[in-house]
C-alpha cells in the first residue's frame, strides 16, 4: 500500500479516536485581593514541640517574640494558598496551600511573618524557591532542619539559643544562604548541604562547647567567618577548590588551623569546585 495513504489512513484513525476523550484540564488560579489572615497557635500541649513550617514560594520571616507557640499574619492573594494548621500528639505543622496551577505567578503575592515563643521547639522549615529572612535568637530550639529549593535566605542567631541544639542541619539547592551568629546557636553538629551558589556561613557569636561541622557544596562559593581567638580547624576534602585565607591561618596540607582559647570548632569541606575563602 502506498505509504501516503498508510499516513492519511493513521491521522484519520487518530482523530476519531480523540473525538471520544474528553480532556479535563486543571482550573487555574487567578490571583485576587488580599486577604490578611491571623495565625494563632497556643501550644501543642507537649514539653517539646516538633513544628513544621511548609511553605512553597513568596516570602517567609521569623522571629523570636510571640507569647503563645506561634503568632503571626499571612498576607496572599489567591484562595488557594490560605495557610492550614495541623497539629497533634505533639507536633504542629503549619502548612501551605496548592500553588500548583497558578498563573500570572509573578501578581502572586504570599508572606507570612511569624513570631515564635521561647518553650522548647524542635524546629524544621520545608519550602521551595523563596525569600526567607530569619532570626531565631533567643529561642529554644532543640533542633533546626530547613530544605529548601532555589532560595534566598539570611538566618541569623543575633542572641543565643537558649537550650543546647543536638543538629542544626541545612539542605538547599543553587541558593544565596548566609547563616550568621552560628555559635549562638548552641548546636553540637551543623550539616550544611548546598548545590551551585554562594553560602555564608558566619560563626559569630558565643562558643560555649565543641562543635562539629559538616559543609558539601557543588561548584560555586563558600564563605567561612570564624572571628578570631576562635579554636578551628578546617579541612578541605577537595582538590579542586581554592583556598583563600586570613593571615592568622596556618596550613599544612589540607588542613587550614587558627589557635585560639575555649571550645573548638571542627570544620569539613566538601566541594566539587569553587572558592572557599576562610576569614574573620
Known amino acids: 500500500m502506498n505509504l501516503k495513504i498508510i499516513s492519511a489512513i493513521l491521522v484519520l484513525a487518530l482523530a476519531s479516536m480523540a473525538c ?4 479535563n484540564l486543571p482550573e487555574r488560579a487567578e490571583p485576587g485581593p488580599e486577604v490578611e489572615e491571623s495565625i494563632t497557635v497556643t501550644g501543642s500541649g507537649s514539653d517539646e514541640t516538633r513544628l513544621t513550617i511548609s511553605f512553597g514560594a513568596g516570602t517567609l520571616d521569623l522571629s523570636p517574640g510571640a507569647q503563645n507557640l506561634v503568632e503571626g499574619t499571612a498576607v496572599y492573594n489567591v484562595p488557594e494558598l490560605k495557610p492550614e494548621v495541623i497539629s497533634g500528639d505533639g507536633n504542629v505543622e503549619i502548612k501551605q496551600g496548592d500553588f500548583k496551577n497558578l498563573v500570572n505567578f509573578n501578581d502572586v503575592k504570599n508572606r507570612w511573618d511569624l513570631k515564635l515563643g ?26 533546626l532542619t530547613v530544605k529548601d529549593g532555589a532560595a534566598q535566605v539570611e538566618l541569623s542567631f543575633s542572641e543565643p539559643n537558649l537550650t543546647q541544639m543536638s543538629v542544626l542541619r541545612y539542605e538547599t539547592g543553587a541558593s544565596n544562604v548566609t547563616l550568621s551568629g552560628l555559635a549562638n546557636a548552641n548546636f553540637s553538629t551543623l550539616i ?13 557569636g558565643d562558643l560555649t562547647e565543641d562543635g ?17 581567638g576562635v579554636n578551628a580547624k578546617v579541612t578541605v576534602e577537595s582538590t579542586l577548590v581554592n583556598v583563600n585565607l586570613s593571615s592568622n591561618w596556618s596550613q599544612d596540607g589540607n588542613d587550614y588551623t587558627q589557635s585560639g582559647e575555649g571550645p573548638t570548632l571542627t570544620i569539613i569541606v566538601k566541594m566539587a569546585a569553587g572558592n572557599l575563602t576562610i576569614t574573620d
Request: hydrophobic share 40%; net charge negative.
Open 118 to 143: 521561647d518553650t522548647p521547639i524542635d524546629l524544621n522549615i520545608n519550602a521551595g524557591a523563596y525569600q526567607g529572612n530569619f532570626e531565631l535568637g533567643g529561642l529554644s530550639l532543640t533542633s
Open 192 to 204: 550544611f548541604s548546598g548545590g551551585a551558589g554562594d553560602y555564608e556561613l558566619d560563626f559569630s
Open 20 to 23: 471520544g476523550f474528553d480532556v
Open 212 to 228: 562539629t561541622v559538616n559543609v558539601s557544596a557543588g561548584a560555586g562559593s563558600v564563605q567561612l567567618v570564624i572571628p578570631k
